[in-house]
């Protein structure tokens, strides 16, 4: 991801950020960062939120997991209650929680937060 001084930026999705978690970066002095966060972590919106769209759905009984991609890379797997009702090419909206997300230096790969 890249950091513009107040959000991240995964090609053309943006993730807002806390006071802090700014700082942290701005501290650090750079503009590119890898973002992860765990699969549990991302919460499955069917209206706001970075929109992608679903490839494959494992079916776990009370979960499942949800297979995406964001941008043209980047692979990404959810677990979430099966609750939701999803089906293979349905159109969802990802979001994180602020509290989960982790950010770490391109080049050393040490955890900024």
């Known amino acids: ?3 513009d001084g107040k959000k991240l930026h995964l090609e053309e999705h943006e993730i807002s950020l806390k006071e802090e978690q ?16 765990r699969p549990e972590d991302i919460v499955v919106n069917k209206d706001k939120g970075i929109k ?22 980047e692979d990404v797997q959810i677990i979430c209650s099966n609750k939701i009702k999803l ?4 159109e969802i909206h990802l979001s994180f ?9 391109k080049d050393s790969q040490k955890t900024i937060f």
């Open 52 to 73: 992608c769209k679903v490839d494959v759905l494992e079916l776990l009984g009370h979960e499942e997991i949800i297979h995406t991609q964001l941008g043209k890379n």
């Open 1 to 3: 991801v890249t950091f």
């Open 97 to 105: 929680d602020l509290d989960y997300l982790h950010v770490f230096d």
């Open 22 to 37: 700014i700082k942290l970066l701005k501290e650090n002095g750079k503009e590119e960062f890898i973002l992860g966060i």
């Open 87 to 90: 089906k293979t090419n349905d």
